[in-house]
T-cell receptor, first 113, second 113 residues
Framework: ETGVTQTPRHLVMGMTNKKSLKCEQH?????MYWYKQSAKKPLELMFV???????ENNSVPSRFSPECPNSSHLFLHLHTLQPEDSALYLC????????????FGPGTRLLVL | SQQGEEDPQALSIQEGENATMNCSYK?????LQWYRQNSGRGLVHLIL?????REKHSGRLRVTLDTSKKSSSLLITASRAADTASYFC?????????????FGKGTLLTVNP
């Protein structure tokens, strides 16, 4: 256990659905991250929050909407996704956003039909 | 462009043998990290080496860093079947006061019993 939990672990959704991914960290960290991992591609950074403020949006389509209500929780709201959005979505946290060790959750395996 | 790139893409060895994975990167770094990922799971941090360090050990892991060649290697000694996983290097890059990690595509290590 890394101290970072993600729910749900698996999600199947249609292109017209709206769903949310949740991440919670119990490590007292101040920076949280969303990554997308697709087959045969490097891990892609999507969003970064540092002290609840978004500091990085890596040109992510607006159908992905992040929310960080406090330093312990991070959400990724999904709507009108495309089949190519099917991937493993990983949440991570670190003490601060200073290139330090990141602690990852187990991921949400998303399938968009 | 991709910062870290691991080599080889896949490696298959017998239990008890040593495994060496390499990582090359393009721009200056503050530190380089190695992570491990079991199939479909989150990443687990293994070791961090700073730019002013040349070698670091942790248990059966040995990491080297050559900043002049912009490369690093991860050596796993006396491998076990449980070491079967994907291994990623990650380099930090600065964007003003914020940093982010850039991951390579990884090396898939298979340790056969």
């Amino acid at each position: 256990e890394t101290g970072v939990t993600q729910t749900p672990r698996h999600l199947v959704m249609g292109m017209t659905n709206k769903k949310s991914l949740k991440c919670e960290q119990h490590l007292g960290h101040n920076a949280m991250y969303w990554y997308k991992q697709s087959a045969k591609k490097p891990l892609e950074l999507m969003f970064v929050y540092n002290f609840k403020e978004q500091t990085e949006n890596n040109s992510v389509p607006s159908r992905f909407s992040p929310e960080c209500p406090n330093s312990s929780h991070l959400f990724l709201h999904l709507h009108t996704l495309q089949p190519e959005d099917s991937a493993l979505y990983l949440c991570a946290s670190s003490h601060t956003q200073r290139g330090e060790t990141q602690y990852f959750g187990p991921g949400t395996r998303l399938l968009v039909l | 462009s991709q910062q870290g790139e691991e080599d080889p893409q896949a490696l298959s060895i017998q239990e008890g043998e040593n495994a060496t994975m390499n990582c090359s990167y393009k721009t200056s770094i503050n530190n380089l990290q190695w992570y491990r990922q079991n199939s479909g799971r989150g990443l687990v941090h293994l070791i961090l080496i700073r730019s002013n360090e040349r070698e670091k050990h942790s248990g059966r892991l040995r990491v080297t860093l050559d900043t002049s060649k912009k490369s690093s290697s991860l050596l796993i000694t006396a491998s076990r079947a449980a070491d079967t996983a994907s291994y990623f290097c990650a380099t930090d890059s600065s964007g003003g006061s914020n940093y982010k990690l850039t991951f390579g595509k990884g090396t898939l290590l298979t340790v056969n019993p």
